[in-house]
């Protein structure tokens, strides 16, 4: 074929790729969206969090740190934030289902659910313990499906779109864990 048929579909893809962008974009604002952030109160989780106020969103935070939880309400307030901080250990069931609740009863609604929680623990596997690798898979695997199979099915009643976010730490704890612990002739 001609390379000019070859240049020419491929800027026209390209073309109608960017308009797709564009007009996805343009469609989907945060202005007026109830986001709650896992881990919201510091690094990442906070940063979001302040975009999404930035935007006209209203976050509610999970975090298990009072202190940090003010700390992030105060910052996020005195930015113009509407934001509601509840104090929840992810790795209890009963605090999770308790904090979905409460946000829920706030806001009315949850639009965009970030599962942004995690731990990192690291070091040679000799010294590793399973309790560790435990709590690292109840943190990073189990509370997001807890928080999703809360979530889900409320945002289904309000007939929005279920937008559900998580973290690539999540996924590279998965990845680490089958490398260490797969027969060496799966891994």
């Not at 919201?40 to 302040?50: D, F």
């Not at 104090?87 to 659910?113: G, M, P, W």
């Not at 279920?162 to 680490?176: G, H």
């Amino acid at each position: 074929m001609n390379t000019r048929v070859w240049v020419g579909a491929g800027a026209v893809l390209l073309g109608g790729w960017i308009t797709a962008r564009i007009v996805r974009t343009a469609q989907y604002t945060l202005r007026d969206k109830v986001v709650l952030i896992s881990g919201g109160s510091r690094g990442l989780g906070l940063v979001l969090a302040r975009h999404i106020c930035d935007q006209g969103g209203e976050v509610a935070l999970l975090a298990r740190d009072p202190e940090e939880l003010a700390r992030a309400r105060a910052d996020l307030t005195a930015r113009g934030g509407k934001v509601l901080t509840v104090e929840c250990d992810l790795l209890d069931r009963d605090q999770i289902q308790a904090a979905v609740r409460k946000v829920i009863d706030h806001f009315d609604r949850i639009d965009i659910l970030i599962n942004n929680a995690g731990i990192i623990e690291v070091g040679p596997l000799d010294h590793m313990t399973r309790e560790e690798y435990d709590r690292a898979m109840r943190l990073h695997f189990w509370a997001p499906y807890e928080l999703v199979s809360q979530i889900v099915p409320e945002m289904r009643l309000w007939g929005g779109d279920v937008s559900l976010i998580f973290p690539q730490s999540a996924v590279r704890l998965l990845r680490r864990i089958l490398r260490r612990t797969a027969p060496a002739s799966l891994r």
